[in-house]
């Protein structure tokens, strides 16, 4: 079973940045795609970016521009750099790790950006 543990969200006001960090307990993390989801309460769960395996990243259009995501393979972490906020950016932020029929998430962080 693996463990991830997101870490990094807070209270920031708008206009500012935070650096979220998913540090997976996974020995083959090298090998899996990597993502980070945010949820409101009363709403679904929505994609933020992905990077995969290989390095390549997508991100949602409410993102693009605003945050960067990246991997370290050595530390089994990734993180998600968010700049500009907004306060629609308010939100729990989950990471997940899948790949090699594997499907794990981890326990949120609360990221909340005042006006």
């Known amino acids: 079973q693996v463990r991830l543990v997101e870490s990094g969200g807070g209270l920031v006001q708008a206009g500012g940045s935070l650096r979220l960090s998913c540090a997976s307990s996974g020995s083959a993390f090298r090998f899996k795609n990597m993502a980070w989801f945010r949820q409101v309460p009363g709403k679904q769960r929505e994609f933020v970016a992905v990077?995969?395996?290989?390095?390549?990243?997508n991100y949602a259009d409410s993102v693009k521009g605003r945050c960067t995501i990246s991997r370290d393979d050595a530390k089994n972490t990734m993180y998600l750099q968010m700049n500009s906020l907004k306060p629609e950016d308010t939100a729990v932020y989950y990471c997940?790790?899948?790949?090699?029929?594997?499907?794990?998430w981890g326990q949120g962080t609360q990221v909340t950006v005042s006006s």
């Open positions: 990077i995969t395996s290989s390095g390549a990243t």
């Open positions: 997940r790790e899948t790949g090699r029929g594997d499907d794990y």
